[in-house]
């Protein structure tokens, strides 16, 4: 058994995940809390740290059928030869977490910095902040090892 990504409906993380875990599977869905201004006001709002993602933890061969069809559920992500996540990013992302919600660290950064990854499971990969994205705590960085894009949502970066 390892950990997978499903790509739910928008706004379906939640439901989907009880519904998985209703079935005997393990799911973990981070959240956050940001600011935002609402009627008329600055309100603290619990949002999913991965819009329209969360993790399960199954067997490929023989659960894969049931999540595809779990309500809620798009497809699982790698579709056919689903891609595994390293049990370090789950334990990465559990070590950040106070409660149920994701501390972030924030550091200001600019389009363009080079930058260092200084914990987790990508130490010492080297990449470009590419921005801040919805939330304000998390941000993009373009990753020069793996060649792709990765949330960032803690303090494990600095300028290289």
């Known amino acids: 058994m390892n950990w997978y990504v499903l790509y739910t409906k928008p706004g379906c993380e939640d439901s989907a ?3 998985i875990n209703n079935i005997g ?3 973990f869905s981070p959240k956050i809390k940001t600011t935002r201004y609402r009627r008329g006001g600055f309100n603290d709002i619990i949002e999913p740290l991965f819009p329209s993602y969360i993790f399960a933890f199954f067997d490929a061969e023989r659960q894969s059928r049931a999540l595809k069809y779990t309500r809620g559920v798009r497809y699982i992500i790698g579709k056919e030869n689903p891609s595994r996540v390293f049990p370090e990013i ?3 992302i559990k070590e950040r ?15 363009g910095d080079n930058v260092l990854i200084t914990c987790g499971p990508f130490k010492d ?3 470009i902040f590419e921005r801040y994205i919805p939330g304000k705590e998390r941000a ?9 894009r990765l949330n960032i949502c803690d303090g494990s970066i600095k300028k290289a």
């Open 25 to 27: 599977i393990e799911t």
């Open 97 to 111: 977490m106070n409660g149920d919600i994701v501390t972030p660290v924030r550091d200001n950064f600019s389009n």
């Open 125 to 127: 990969f080297h990449g």
């Open 140 to 148: 993009m960085v373009l990753l020069e090892a793996l060649q792709c």
């Open 90 to 92: 789950i334990d990465a």
């Open 17 to 19: 995940a009880r519904l």
